[in-house]
């Protein structure tokens, strides 16, 4: 569905953000990339729905191809209705704009094939934004406005949704919530999925691999079966500790030694 | 009493100008979030659009003379005897220009057009992605670019360009008063509103009106929904330029023909920050309040004044409002 090859993105000419980054999102399969803040991997999603013009980024090297096909000349609304939507960090919804209008927005995706949006499907699954179609969408709470991100992503019929963040700012129950809505989209709809996550117990909890990226690189990748298995992963990204009887580590040691010496050698 | 309804009615048809001219100013603005500074000049080269069509070109020798004045021979006949200066004889008088009116608005519509697009794809759009501050300070250079131009490009002294519509004296009673106004100023009045309606209506009920909100409140996720943001732009310069080429054409018709008409654009900048950059309802009660306070102020206190009182007006209405009388502020969620 989605390949992404070797890429490197510096923003304004000098600060390089990603620096030969692959990855592959195989069609219908939920991948999950994961790494701390300033890893990369907004900008690697913003490469791949074409949006880093707008913030004076470019890709310099690499090849990032959609269906087969290079995007880098395709303007992002060409995307999108080629059927990659790309779910902003954020949530990034219209504030002033009622919730209907939002989704309205989101259906200039379906222009180009001349279908008609189904505004019922999102209604259908998120009952709570259809007793509130009517309001300004920034008044929502945080839940609903990611329900809304998720709607305009459903309006649009996409095959490949980039997926930024969505559990941030929500509360844990909300996130099961979201996080239900994601494994829906891609059993039901056979939607491909790209979720970018710092949060990496729900992200595994949905995917079927997992990419880990630090500095503008991958590090390391697998099935997430095997990923979870993983002692550094655990220790770093589950939060599970040293276990029973284990001793305790100082979270010094951890950074500085296991992560170089793994991943950084 | 019966003075001052006479002037607020003169106000208002000055402030519906106005509003026309504000429309554009807010849609680039939406759109763009870049303050054109040079929408003036736009409306400069609409008026000199309009004055090509109408004027110049049917006066030209390869021009066919229905052009410059048609004259069906049922005219001539309903003119027969008619007294000088009557009604009837005004819009006789209109009918004959008909055509060169015609064919002057569309002249300036489509002209004005070409170069909105031209300025939008060329100076524009190559700046995408930078800071706002670089286009808006391209628009202060097109000021002199544009300026420039016409005053080369347009170099026949200028003459009187046709009302738009019949000008004819119309006299009513309102409020026990006779009310005395011309013809044409109320059909540009009613112009400019139903323009001005349209647009607002547009922005706020269709699909293309989303598109512009979208665009407006976030440029980026507009983009990802699918909205070709480009194409917002260049409609939203099109909008003003040709919008700006019915204001042009109006004020040709009202105040004659100079590059200092590009100077008017200044004026309504003022007005457009009064109502609030963003806000359609916003910058047309301002047009209108600034329209009437221009007219009462010249009656009370004579011409001088009319250019002066208004604008302390909105000076101090700024300094009490920063971001104008609906000018929005962010929603922020509670």
């Known amino acids: 569905m989605l390949t992404i090859e070797n890429i490197e993105v510096t923003y304004h000419h000098t600060v390089q953000a990603l620096r030969g980054l692959s990855l592959e999102v195989p069609d219908g399969k939920i991948v999950t990339l994961l790494g701390t803040n300033g890893a990369g991997k907004t900008t690697t999603l913003k490469a791949a729905s074409n949006l880093l013009a707008l913030e004076n980024g470019q890709i310099g090297e690499g090849r990032i191809s959609f269906k087969g096909q290079s995007i880098l000349s395709i303007q992002p609304d060409r995307l999108v209705q080629m059927g990659l939507f790309h779910v902003r960090e954020g949530r990034r919804i219209f504030t002033e704009m009622s919730v209907e209008d939002n989704l309205v927005a989101a259906s200039y995706a379906l222009d180009a094939r001349r279908a008609k949006p189904d505004y019922d499907k999102v209604y259908d699954f998120f009952p709570r934004l259809k007793e509130r179609r009517k309001q300004i969408a920034g008044y929502l709470s945080g839940g609903e406005q990611q329900m809304l991100a998720f709607g305009r992503a459903m309006i649009a019929r996409p095959e490949l949704i980039l997926m930024d963040e969505p559990s941030l700012g929500l509360a844990p129950k909300i996130v099961e919530e979201i996080f239900q809505t994601i494994r829906r989209l891609n059993s039901e709809d056979g939607v491909s999925i790209l979720l970018v996550e710092q949060n990496a117990g729900v992200a595994f909890s949905v995917a079927d691999y997992g990419y880990i990226m630090e500095s503008g690189q991958i590090v390391m990748e697998g099935d997430v079966a095997k990923l979870k298995q993983d002692k550094d992963i655990q220790s770093f990204y589950l939060g599970v500790g040293g276990g029973e009887g284990a001793e305790r580590q100082s979270f010094r040691d951890v950074k500085h030694y296991k992560r170089r010496k793994r991943w950084l050698s | 009493m019966g003075q001052f309804t006479q002037f607020a009615i003169n106000g208002l048809m000055s402030g519906a100008i106005y509003a026309l001219i504000a429309v554009g100013i807010v849609s680039v603005y939406k759109a763009t979030k870049v303050v054109n500074f040079a929408h003036g000049y736009l409306i400069m080269f609409g008026a000199y659009f309009y004055f090509t069509f109408s004027v110049i070109v049917p006066g030209q020798s390869w021009a066919p003379d229905w052009l410059a004045s048609w004259q069906p021979a049922w005219l001539l006949e309903m003119r027969e005897g008619l007294p000088m200066f009557s009604p009837m004889g005004a819009v006789l008088d209109w009918v004959q220009n008909v055509p060169r009116i015609l064919l002057g608005i569309a002249g300036a519509l489509v002209c004005n057009a070409i170069v909105g697009r031209i300025i939008e794809r060329t100076l524009m759009r190559p700046l995408m992605g930078q800071s706002i501050f670089a286009m808006i300070m391209v628009t202060v250079g097109l000021i002199s670019i544009m300026s420039g131009a016409a005053s080369i490009i347009w170099t026949a002294d200028a003459d009187f360009v046709p009302h738009i519509a019949p ?39 269709t699909k293309s009106g989303v598109a512009i909100r979208a665009t407006a409140e976030d440029q980026s996720t507009a983009y990802s929904m699918g909205i070709s943001v480009p194409k917002v732009f260049s409609r939203a ?8 080429a019915i204001a042009g054409a109006i004020l040709a018709t009202r105040n004659g023909i100079s590059p200092s008409l590009g100077l008017f654009g200044f004026s309504v900048l003022a007005i457009v920050l009064m109502g609030g950059l963003d806000s359609y309802i916003g910058v047309f009660l301002a047009a209108m309040a600034v329209g009437v306070m221009e007219a009462l102020t010249q009656w009370r206190m004579g011409g001088d004044w009319a250019e002066i009182v208004p604008y302390v007006a909105v000076l101090l209405i700024l300094l009490i409002r920063p971001h104008g009388l609906f000018g929005s502020k962010e929603v922020e969620r509670i």
């Open chain 2, 167 to 205: 000008n004819a004296p119309i006299r009513f009673e309102l409020f026990g008063t006779m009310i005395f106004l011309f013809g044409a100023d109320l059909v540009n009045m009613i112009v400019a509103l139903l323009i001005f309606a349209g647009i607002v209506l547009m922005v706020r009920y």
């Open chain 2, 237 to 244: 310069w099109v909008l003003a330029s040709t919008t700006g």
